[in-house]
């Protein structure tokens, strides 16, 4: 297990001041097994809501499908997405909901 490289990372105006949503996305060499952390103070949040979406790039920026076979923690504030699903290298999109 290794720690994907985000390329990207965004932030999505909070809905009706509930709360904000993110899109992380990898490199193109994250695999199964590899961690996504994310520090959820540095998006001014303090919990986790959810993952809304979550998909891997079979073909590069082509071929995108669900990827749901990922799971999560948080510990001392820091979100960690464990990547799961097909055993494939590829890059992949997630799109996390805090508040």
Do not use: W
């Amino acid at each position: 297990m290794a720690e994907a490289t985000i390329e990207k990372q965004g932030a999505i105006s909070p809905t009706a001041e509930v709360y904000q949503e993110i899109v992380i996305e990898t490199d193109v060499n994250a695999v199964t097994a590899d961690t996504i952390p994310i520090t959820l103070s540095d998006y001014s949040a303090t919990k986790f809501i959810g993952i809304s979406m979550a998909q891997i790039h079979t073909t590069l920026n082509s071929v995108v499908v669900d990827e749901s076979d990922f799971t999560t923690s948080v510990t001392a504030g820091v979100l960690t997405i464990v990547i799961g699903g097909t055993a494939a290298t590829g890059k992949r999109v997630y799109k996390v909901m805090m508040k």
